[in-house]
T-cell receptor, first 112, second 117 residues
């Protein structure tokens, strides 16, 4: 079946460090891939998305590239800030029914 | 900026009682979703509406859960009777396109945190 696997957290970094959160997926067909972020006390919000192989999504300094050959969509940021502390969810929408499948989430703590 | 509204934000109930959650999506959004998010896990889809019609309720425990979106606008999710295992965050989301779509962005409300004692 369709699934999303994320690296386990929490991830703790110092401000200005490089961030990578790994995400791999299993899906039939050609899904669209998303990263959502959930700040403390708030609902999820879209961070970035990619809809086909080799697409790169980017927003607020975050990037992720849709790699079909490795079925991955890793999230990266060159220099994290304290305000990036949140839970990050990788997700896919597959062609069979357009249902969204979320990963378990990765909590990021950024220290000043 | 338009937002998805949910109420209540927090609900504490005893097992075997009935609870109801309300969601008002962004105006004009055709698709509405209810998700359950257990602590430490990602959201799991319970039910998806396009306008007033259910398009996916395969993960909804229909013996105790019900959902409706009568006029294709706001929606109510009900649990009766509540069980201890229902303690979770219940998230509502909406998207513009009919049936969601492969690339459509979902906009989430703040959620209702349910605690069943």
């Amino acid at each position: 079946g369709n699934s999303v696997t994320q690296m386990e957290g929490p991830v703790t970094l110092s401000e200005e460090a490089f961030l990578t959160i790994n995400c791999t997926y299993t899906a039939t067909g050609y899904p669209s891939l998303f990263w959502y972020v959930q700040y403390p006390g708030e609902g999820l919000q879209l961070l970035l998305k990619a809809t086909k192989a080799d697409d790169k999504g980017s927003n607020k300094g975050f990037e992720a590239t849709y790699r079909k050959e490795t079925t991955s969509f890793h999230l990266e940021k060159g220099s994290v800030q304290v305000s990036d502390s949140a839970v990050y969810f990788c997700a896919l929408v597959h062609t069979g029914g357009f249902k969204t499948i979320f990963g378990a989430g990765t909590r990021l703590f950024v220290k000043a | 900026e338009a937002e998805v509204a949910q109420s209540p934000r927090y609900k504490i109930t005893e097992k075997s009682q009935a609870v109801a959650f309300w969601c008002d999506p962004i105006s004009g959004h055709a698709t509405l979703y209810w998700y359950r998010q257990i602590l430490g896990q990602g959201p799991e889809l319970l039910v998806q509406f396009q306008d007033e019609s259910v398009v996916d309720d395969s993960q909804l425990p229909k013996d105790r859960f019900s959902a409706e979106r009568l006029k294709g606008v706001d929606s109510t999710l009900k649990i009766q009777p509540a069980e201890l295992g229902d303690s979770a965050m219940y998230l509502c989301a909406s998207s513009l396109a009919p049936a969601g779509g492969l690339t459509d962005t979902q906009y989430f409300g703040p959620g209702t945190r349910l605690t069943v004692l």
